[in-house]
């Protein structure tokens, strides 16, 4: 017996056509996902980390903490500042460990990392202070505060910058011990050390420059 074939009038495959794009539609519409608080967040630190001198290192480091910038550039520049902190609090112990165990480049050079130990302890101690500033700057009434807030912004600049300032101070102090110093295994670890602590102090003192405006 020959099979029955059904003919269907244009209509119906006008009506299924568009049944099918509105399903697809919807569809997509389902599956696509929100736009992202961590999209948001890491444009934020992006755009922050633009206006310093190595843009990519400022992202990368600060991105773990990007969840809490809640789009405060103050928050930004506190992380930073850390970070450059605990560098310099790691070559301070590293300088602490060669004084114990010398530096096997010589007397005159095991005798210079002492008064770069001592200076990077004395700018350790100004971490609390520096943080300080920066808590009072995080909110718009800080930023209101006329002299105050003047204070705490220079406060915050000085001592963020002092932490590249007392990690350069050993190079030189080496360097002034002579070639052979510096070229020597201790002289090329504490030249990149130093050039790392430098480097992440450089990144918070412009991010604190570049991104907190006090308000009239």
């Given amino acids: ?17 568009v049944l099918l794009a509105v ?3 919807s569809a997509r519409a389902t599956t696509a996902p929100p736009p992202s608080d961590a999209e948001a967040d890491r444009r934020f630190l992006r755009e922050c980390c633009a206006n310093t001198s190595n843009p990519a290192v400022c992202y990368d ?22 970070g450059a902190f605990a560098r310099l609090r790691g070559f301070y112990h590293e300088l602490r460990r060669l004084q114990r165990t010398g530096t ?4 005159a050079a095991d005798m210079a990392l002492g008064p770069c130990a001592t200076i990077a302890s004395m700018v350790l101690q100004t971490e609390g ?10 909110t718009a009434a800080g ?35 002579g070639e052979a ?14 050039k790392n602590v430098d480097l992440y102090s450089v ?3 412009e991010l604190v420059i570049n991104g907190i405006t006090l308000l009239a």
């Fill in 61 to 82: 480091s600060l991105l773990p903490s990007a969840g809490s910038f809640d789009g405060n550039h103050v928050k930004v520049a506190i992380a930073a500042g850390a």
């Fill in 181 to 194: 110093v510096l070229a020597s295994p201790v002289g090329k670890k504490v030249a990149a050390i130093v």
């Fill in 143 to 177: 930023r209101r505060r006329g002299e105050q807030a003047k204070s705490d912004l220079f406060n915050a600049q000085f001592r963020i910058g002092a932490v590249g300032s007392a990690a350069t101070g050993c190079t030189d102090d080496l360097e002034s011990c």
């Fill in 1 to 17: 017996m020959p099979m029955a074939h059904h003919t269907f009038p244009p209509l119906y495959y006008s009506v299924l056509v």
């Fill in 23 to 25: 399903f697809a539609v």
């Fill in 104 to 107: 096997g480049a010589g007397r």
């Fill in 129 to 138: 202070d520096w943080l300080a500033s920066l808590r009072r700057l995080e």
């Fill in 203 to 205: 990144i918070a003192q």
